[in-house]
C-alpha cells in the first residue's frame, strides 16, 4: 500500500512517501524553492517522492492532508463570535484568505494534484486527517516502541493545541486535549515576538538566548500569564494577548506588565530581553515536565513519544529524559509542521491497511532522518563543473583524510553527502563542520560564515560509542533533539573575575575542552553519530579522532541566516563562495577556496530574508 503525505498553507509545507509502512522519502519544498520555510503546495517536494520510488501520483492509494480545513474554519468563526465586535479587521483578513482559497481546499489540492497526473482521482485517493493525530502518528509509528505514551504540542492545529494519546502495535488514539486559544506554542511565540524575532521561525533563538538571562519573570508569568495546575494542563490570561482578534501576539497591557514595547527586529539585545528569554523557557520546561509525569503517573508505561513545534524545545526534552518519569524518549525529527505530513501518511496506512506494524529494532524507522535527495558522483561532478567549480575527486578514504585534515588545522568545511535530512536540523548530510576544542569557532561561524547573532550555540556530532565520555548524556541522541551537560571533567573551572560576568559578555569565556560546542551553562545539543545510519560521517568524525584525541565535530547546518539548508550541489557551491568556508565536500569532490576563480565570490548574505 503507498500512501503520499501533505502538510501546505501555513508554514514548512512538506511531503512524504510510505510504502508498505516503511517511510522511503520525504522532503521540505523549501529545500527546493529556496524559500524559508514555504508554505505553498509542495509540487516539488512531491514530485521527488514519486521519483524516488519511480512511482505517478495515479498509482498511489492515498493521498493524505495533514489537517481539517473545515474544522480551522469553524474556530475562526467561533474566535470571532467569542470576541466580536473586537477584532474585526484581522477576522476581515482572515475571511478574504478563506474564501479565496482556505474554504475549497479540497478542489485546490485536486486541482494542484490533477496538474502533476491527470490521471489523479481526488474523489477516491484524497483524504483528510486531524493536525494533532498527524503529528501523533509522526510521533509512534516510526518510533521503536512497541508501546507508548504520546505527547503533542504546538501552537494550534484545528482546534487542539496540546494532546496526549496511547500507541499499541498498529493502534493510535488521542485521549485528552487542550484546546484554542490555551496554548503552550502560542505563549512562546508571543515572547518571540516581543524578544523581536520572528514567529514560527526564531523560537529557537529564545531557546538559545535564554542560558545569558536570570528567569526573574517566570513567577510574573505564572501569576499573571498563566494558570497551570499540577498536571501540566493550563489556561491562558487572554487580557495579555492579541492573537485571537489582533495582527500582532501581545498587546498593550503585555508590554506595560514586562516593561515597555516590544523590542524591533535587528535592535541590540539587553539583559531585560535576556531574561525574558530565560523566564518563558523556565515556564515551558515546568509545563512540558508536569505533563510528562502526569501522563507517566496515568498511562505507566516507560516510553513516551514527542512531537509538534514545541517538541523541537530539545532543552525542554533533556530535562524530561533527565526527570526520569520515562526510561526512554522519542522525538520525531521533523517534529513541526512538515512532519505533519508524514503523519498524516503514516496514520492513513496505519487506519487502512491489516498489515502488522514492527517497530524497528535498535534505533527507529526513520533512516536517520536521511530521506530526502541524493546525488550520483557523476552527477555532482557536472554540476560543479557547469557552476565553474575548481575541484579534486578524490577516492573514499582520501576524501576523508582531506576533510578530517582540514578541520584539524581549523578550517570550516562545507559537508555534503548522501540523502538530505527531513526536519530543521542538519545531521551530516548537509552540515558546515568545524573544531570544537577551537574557542574562537563558534564566534567565527556566526559572524563570517552563518551571518547571524554571535549568541547562538552550535551543536557536537559524537560518536555514539563515546557520547558518554563527553557529556552526562549516555543514550541516543541522533536527531539533535536532546540538551545535556558537558562531563564535569571535561568542563573548564571560571575565575573569579570571570564569575562575575554576565549576559553577552559571557560569550567568549571558554568553559571545556571543546568550548565551540558548550554553551554558557555548560549544555551542549547534542547529536549522537551512528554507523549504521550515516556510515561517511561517522567515518569522517573517526579520523578526525585519530588526528586529534576528539571524537566530536562542531556541527552546523549548511546554510546563511535566512536561506534554506543547502538542498543540491549548486546551492552548496554557491554557499561555499559567499561566505568564508575554507573547504567544501560534495559527495567525493574536495574543493578549496583558494583554488577557486575568484570572480565567482558572490555577497551572499543579502540575498536572503532575515530569519
Same mark, same amino acid.
Given at each position: ?31 527546493? !524553492? ?26 498511489? @492509494?492515498?493521498?493524505?492532508? +495533514? @489537517? ?42 485536486? @486541482? ?49 493545541? !496540546? ?106 539585545? !539587553? ?22 509525569? %502526569? ?69 527507529? &524507522? ?22 565553474? $567549480? ?7 578514504? &582520501?576524501?576523508?583524510? %582531506?576533510? $578530517? ?45 552563518? +551571518? ?35 562531563? %564535569? ?123
Amino acid at each position: 500500500m503507498r500512501v503520499l503525505g501533505l502538510s501546505a498553507y501555513y508554514h514548512d509545507s512538506a511531503a512524504a512517501l510510505v510504502v508498505n509502512g516503511r517511510v522511503v522519502a520525504a522532503a521540505q519544498e523549501e529545500r527546493f !524553492t529556496r524559500k524559508k520555510h514555504d508554505p505553498g503546495f509542495p509540487q516539488h517536494a512531491l514530485r521527488y517522492c514519486l521519483e524516488q520510488s519511480e512511482i505517478r501520483l495515479s498509482d498511489l @492509494d492515498r493521498v493524505v492532508f +495533514y @489537517d481539517k480545513p473545515f474544522l480551522k474554519f469553524e474556530r475562526l468563526l467561533e474566535t470571532y463570535l467569542a470576541f466580536a465586535p473586537r477584532g474585526f479587521a484581522s477576522f476581515r483578513m482572515a475571511m478574504m484568505v478563506w474564501i479565496k482559497e482556505k474554504l475549497f481546499q479540497r478542489k485546490l489540492l485536486t @486541482d494542484q494534484l490533477l496538474a502533476i497526473d491527470p490521471g489523479f482521482d481526488g474523489e477516491r485517493q484524497l483524504l483528510f486527517t486531524e493536525h494533532h493525530l498527524s503529528h501523533a502518528a509522526s510521533a509512534f509509528f516510526p518510533s521503536p516502541f512497541h508501546e507508548a505514551a504520546v505527547l503533542t504540542m504546538d501552537g494550534v492545529g484545528e482546534w487542539a493545541t !496540546t494532546s496526549m494519546g496511547l500507541g499499541r502495535g498498529r493502534e493510535l488514539a488521542i485521549h485528552k486535549e487542550i484546546h484554542f486559544p490555551h496554548s503552550l506554542g502560542l505563549l512562546y511565540s508571543a515572547f518571540t515576538y516581543y524578544t523581536g524575532f520572528k514567529v514560527n521561525s526564531g523560537e529557537y533563538k529564545v531557546m538559545g538566548l535564554a542560558p545569558y538571562g536570570e528567569p526573574r519573570y517566570a513567577g510574573l508569568i505564572l501569576d499573571k500569564l498563566m494558570d497551570l495546575k499540577s498536571d501540566g494542563s493550563f489556561r491562558l490570561n487572554l487580557d495579555y494577548f492579541d492573537y485571537c482578534t489582533g495582527l500582532t501576539m501581545t498587546n498593550d497591557r503585555f508590554a506595560q506588565l514586562f516593561g515597555g514595547p516590544p523590542r524591533r527586529p535587528e535592535e541590540p539585545l !539587553t539583559q531585560h530581553h535576556m531574561d525574558l528569554a530565560a523566564s518563558i523557557q523556565a515556564v515551558t520546561e515546568e509545563v512540558v515536565l508536569r505533563l510528562a509525569r %502526569s501522563i507517566a503517573a496515568e498511562t505507566g508505561l516507560p516510553n513516551l513519544c514527542l512531537a509538534g513545534g514545541v517538541a523541537l524545545n530539545c532543552v525542554a526534552n533533556g530535562k524530561v529524559l533527565r526527570a526520569g518519569a520515562f526510561q526512554r524518549l522519542w522525538i520525531q525529527p521533523a517534529a513541526g509542521d512538515a512532519g505533519g505530513a508524514l503523519g498524516a501518511a503514516l496514520a492513513a496506512y496505519y487506519g487502512l491497511s491489516e498489515r502488522p506494524r514492527e517497530p524497528v529494532e535498535g534505533l527507529d &524507522a526513520m533512516s536517520g532522518a536521511y530521506l530526502g535527495p541524493e546525488f550520483a558522483q557523476s552527477d555532482i561532478e557536472r554540476r560543479l563543473t557547469a557552476e565553474g $567549480a575548481r575541484f579534486e575527486v578524490l577516492s573514499d578514504e &582520501a576524501l576523508l583524510e %582531506s576533510s $578530517a585534515g582540514a578541520l584539524a588545522e581549523g578550517k570550516a568545511l562545507g559537508w555534503f553527502q548522501g540523502r538530505m535530512e527531513f526536519g530543521p536540523r542538519a545531521l551530516g548530510g548537509r552540515s558546515i563542520l568545524g573544531d570544537p576544542r577551537n574557542p574562537a569557532m563558534q564566534s567565527l561561524l556566526n559572524l563570517k560564515v552563518k +551571518y547571524r547573532e554571535s549568541f547562538r550555540p552550535f551543536a557536537p556530532s559524537v560518536l555514539r560509542e563515546r557520547v558518554g565520555e563527553w557529556f552526562e548524556l549516555d543514550d541516543d541522541s541522533p536527531y539533535m533533539l536532546l540538551v545535556d551537560g558537558v562531563r %564535569s571533567d571535561k568542563r573548564r573551572a571560571m575565575t573569579a573575575d570571570e564569575e562575575k560576568l554576565f549576559g553577552i559578555a559571557k560569550l567568549n569565556v571558554p568553559r571545556s575542552e571543546i568550548p565551540a560546542v558548550t554553551h554558557v551553562d555548560y549544555s551542549a545539543r547534542i547529536q549522537t553519530v551512528h554507523a549504521e545510519t550515516n556510515p561517511r560521517y561517522h567515518a569522517l568524525i573517526a579520523r578526525f579522532d585519530q588526528l586529534t584525541g576528539c571524537p566530536l565535530v562542531v556541527n552546523t547546518s549548511f546554510n546563511v541566516r535566512g536561506e534554506p539548508i543547502v538542498g543540491s550541489p549548486e546551492d552548496a557551491f554557491r554557499c561555499f563562495m559567499g561566505t568564508e568556508i575554507e573547504t567544501l565536500a560534495v559527495g567525493n569532490c574536495f574543493l578549496r577556496k583558494e583554488a577557486q576563480d575568484p570572480t565567482l565570490k558572490r555577497d551572499y548574505k543579502n540575498n536572503f530574508e532575515l530569519d
